[in-house]
């Protein structure tokens, strides 16, 4: 009976240490390219203020129609200390011209039996713009002058009247 409690109590410790891992951990986002357009990949750079980020640690990406939420699950274990990294990059995909909210959650495995729980770290903006469309040719002032120019004279050749009269004579 108190390997049982012992071992509660141990499975709980290790769930304060992880709930206050996940509730203290301090983001900066920022996003490459940081003005995307349309059809450009994008990706989300996280910046940890206090350096507790591990790289190894597993992230999903999961969007709505314009909700884009990036979920990092945190290991029950200490990182190792090659692998605390100040900044990770994430792939969000690629996205229409519009405005999406982008929502950063640490989650955590409940040791106890249950669904594993995230906490909201940041919620932002994510503005993507439209592609710039192509404008049609133009002609240079030159060319629309010349073109103008053939016109005037096409145009005296064909209602001239010595073209109406060789067309009606008769021999």
């Known amino acids: 009976m108190h390997r049982t409690l012992?071992?509660?109590?141990?499975?709980?410790?290790?769930?304060?240490v992880l709930h206050v891992q996940a509730a203290t951990a301090q983001y900066d986002i920022s996003f490459i390219p940081?003005?995307?357009?349309?059809?450009q990949p994008v990706v989300a750079r996280l910046t940890d203020d206090v350096r507790t980020m591990c790289s190894g640690e597993p992230a999903i990406v999961t969007r709505e129609p314009s909700t884009?939420?990036?979920?990092?699950r945190l290991n029950d274990t200490s990182c190792p200390?090659?692998?605390v990294v100040e900044?990770?990059?994430f792939a969000l995909g690629v996205f229409g011209a519009g405005t999406y909210q982008v929502i950063v959650q640490n989650c955590v495995d409940d040791p106890l039996p249950g669904e594993p729980y995230c906490l909201q770290?940041?919620?932002?903006?994510?503005?993507?713009?439209?592609?710039?469309?192509d404008a049609a040719p133009t002609f240079s002032h030159w060319g629309a002058l010349?073109?103008?120019?053939?016109?005037?004279?096409?145009g005296r050749r064909a209602l001239s009247?010595?073209?109406r009269n060789s067309q009606h004579s008769v021999c």
């Open 6 to 16: 012992i071992r509660l109590f141990g499975l709980t410790l290790v769930s304060a």
């Open 87 to 89: 900044s990770r990059d």
């Open 121 to 133: 770290q940041l919620a932002t903006r994510l503005v993507v713009g439209a592609q710039p469309v």
């Open 34 to 39: 940081p003005f995307p357009l349309s059809g």
């Open 68 to 72: 884009i939420t990036l979920s990092i």
């Open 161 to 163: 009247p010595r073209n």
């Open 146 to 154: 010349a073109l103008t120019f053939g016109l005037a004279i096409f």
């Open 81 to 83: 200390p090659q692998d």
